[in-house]
């Protein structure tokens, strides 16, 4: 008996290690998929538009990728009201629109182009990228939010896609992201829905490459304003990154707060590409299309981004010079990619832009207009967030000082919004930037009517980070491209670096490979470098109400707890929406 037992746990080990060899292949070539899919469909939309002003390859290669992935979210999320998202469905979606991009002509000459530009080096160069961020990013998901709710949302489309009436189950389970869409064939049950990581890791990538790409442009005597800010912008916020436990734990999870961070970055650069574009050349250029549809991404993602598409709007307004078919154009671009979350929105709470009660609608599967009030107070309303305040001591300059107190990071969003304040005043001294640059007019309001967003609308810190750096970051890129710094002697660095290639090459390979080392030694191998580690499991209680058998964290947060899985703290008034069909049917209100 001892010995079939034996026999039996090394047959497991057995395979345990194929899955994991086979898990960890998974991960990696999920990021390549990535980019050979988010790449192309980008480019497309790009050519379609003639859109001219991205035209060195680096600008080029960033902006398509960043537009893929924001138009294959929202497809999924709409594939998601037919279908539920799993990996066959998301990996079809995916190929189909590859498929369509290379119809073009255009398009395939780019790609084609692109691939000889990638020499050996910097092909290498990407590869250890790569593995560093996998490094960082390959561990544990731990944050608090993705555990009450984000693999929830997750695990919802990608088993069952949209259901009606969710926001009953949970109203957390209301807000609409397509970043929960992107990630939800990416961690289908196949592994377990261990990869939770996958997509935000994809993009702190793509922000190391995006540093790297605008480093080689001042090195190279190819620099321009947008290129110090990005590099200005991007060391700020992996600073921040490096000092932040919040931060960290954000990067590592699938968390909408890091793409709609990133984003801010990107539609600001993008915006300073367009009018630098414009100025250097007498062609009528229609290039600020793309900070709008990155704008409109970036609000289906997480509708704290609704400041960078109002002045995103106004930006495009003035670029085409108020032309009628330009501007319907643009509101048509605009409108289908944000019609997705609008109807998901509608089928999961009857609300359009939840937890927001604005055009809401009283249907059988939706809360009643005052719990969504509530539910909306409680994320929105730092008055709210103040236990036990007396009735009579609610003005703001009370709210402000209780809520100064009650984390150490609430001081460091306060810090930020002081020194945003220099650095607008810094700018606004050097009257002749704004007329040489019109950029920086935009990009000034972007960070003002985002600071003001976040204040009066969620005063959290992650909320708003894209913002708090968008006007230290322009400060620092106007101070260096006015001191010519790194363009002068750039030629020399850049042959320097080119020189001595192979040496950093073995450098960076060798500390990879002690890193490595170690974790083998402390046996971190599964958990790092083979297979993403598990998501928390915990011990649940099963209830019932009404027609639903449904599961209760006994810690509060569901993590990947069997579905239904609901807060503890949350009474489940609910049943059935289609007895027959079960859960996938959706829920309508019922008493509990």
């Given at each position: ?140 998901v731990t944050w608090i939010e993705s555990g009450f709710y984000h693999y ?144 409109a991404g970036a609000v289906t993602i997480k509708l704290s981004a609704l ?286």
């Amino acid at each position: 008996m001892v010995e079939s037992a034996i026999a039996w746990d090394k047959c497991q080990n057995r395979i345990l290690q194929k899955v994991y060899y086979v898990a960890m292949i998974y991960f990696i070539l999920l990021w390549t998929i990535l980019i050979i899919v988010a790449y192309p469909i980008g480019l497309l939309v790009i050519n379609q538009l003639s859109v001219d002003s991205f035209g060195r390859w680096g600008d080029r290669f960033i902006a398509s990728s960043w537009l893929g992935i924001v138009i294959l979210a929202a497809f999924l999320l709409a594939i998601s009201l037919i279908l539920p998202l799993s990996p066959l469905v998301g990996g079809g979606v995916a190929g189909i629109l590859v498929v369509v991009s290379l119809v073009s002509s255009r398009t395939q000459a780019e790609i084609t182009q692109l691939r000889t530009r990638l020499s050996s080096k910097i092909l290498s160069g990407i590869a250890i990228l790569g593995l560093i961020v996998a490094l960082l990013t390959t561990d544990q998901v731990t944050w608090i939010e993705s555990g009450f709710y984000h693999y929830g949302s997750i695990r919802w489309l990608s088993e069952f896609g949209t259901v009606p009436g969710i926001v009953l189950v949970l109203p957390n389970f209301g807000i609409i992201s397509t970043w929960f869409a992107l990630n939800a064939p990416l961690n289908g049950s196949i592994i377990d829905f261990k990869a939770g990581v996958i997509a935000n890791g994809f993009i702190f990538f793509l922000a190391l490459l995006h540093t790297i790409v605008c480093l080689f442009h001042l090195l190279t005597s190819h620099k321009k304003l947008s290129d110090y800010f990005a590099i200005s912008f991007y060391s700020l916020f992996f600073l921040y990154t490096a000092l932040s436990l919040e931060m960290q734990l954000i990067v590592v999870s699938p968390s909408p707060d890091l793409p709609t961070i990133l984003l801010t970055a990107i539609i600001a650069w993008a915006i300073l590409v367009t009018v630098e574009s414009r100025t250097a050349s007498s062609e009528k250029l229609d290039g600020s299309i793309v900070p709008l549809l990155l704008a409109a991404g970036a609000v289906t993602i997480k509708l704290s981004a609704l400041p960078l598409l109002l002045v995103t709007c106004i930006f495009y307004c003035f670029q085409v010079k108020f032309q009628i078919k330009q501007l319907l154009f643009g509101l048509c671009l605009t409108s289908l990619l944000l019609l997705p979350i609008v109807l998901v929105g509608f089928q999961t709470s009857g609300c359009p832009l939840y937890p927001s009660p604005l055009f809401c609608v009283d249907v059988p599967w939706s809360q009643s207009i005052e719990d969504t009030q509530k539910f909306a107070d409680r994320t929105q309303n730092p008055a709210k967030w103040i236990a036990n305040a007396p009735p009579n001591q609610n003005s703001p300059f009370w709210v402000f000082g209780k809520w100064l107190q009650a984390r150490a990071l609430n001081q460091i969003m306060a810090a930020l919004v002081v020194i945003s304040l220099f650095c607008l005043i810094y700018l606004i001294q050097i009257k002749a930037i704004f007329r040489r640059n019109s950029g920086i007019f935009w990009l000034s309001a972007l960070g003002v009517s985002g600071i003001l967003f976040i204040i009066f609308k969620g005063p959290l810190i992650r909320f708003g980070l894209g913002y708090l750096l968008l006007l230290p970051a322009l400060s620092m890129a106007v101070y260096a491209d006015r001191k010519n710094l790194l363009a002068e002697n750039g030629e020399s660095i850049w042959r320097n670096i080119l020189g001595k290639w192979d040496q950093i090459q073995a450098i960076t390979l060798g500390i990879l490979a002690t890193v490595m080392v170690i974790s083998f030694g402390y046996g971190q191998l599964s958990s790092r470098w083979l297979l993403p580690p598990k998501v928390a499991y915990i011990s649940v209680i099963p209830k019932q109400v009404n027609d639903i058998k449904y599961v209760t964290p006994e810690n509060g947060a569901c993590w990947a707890s069997p579905l239904p899985c609901t807060a503890k703290k949350w009474v489940l008034q609910a049943k059935l929406r289609h007895p027959s069909l079960g859960i996938k049917g959706g829920f309508v209100r019922g008493g509990g």
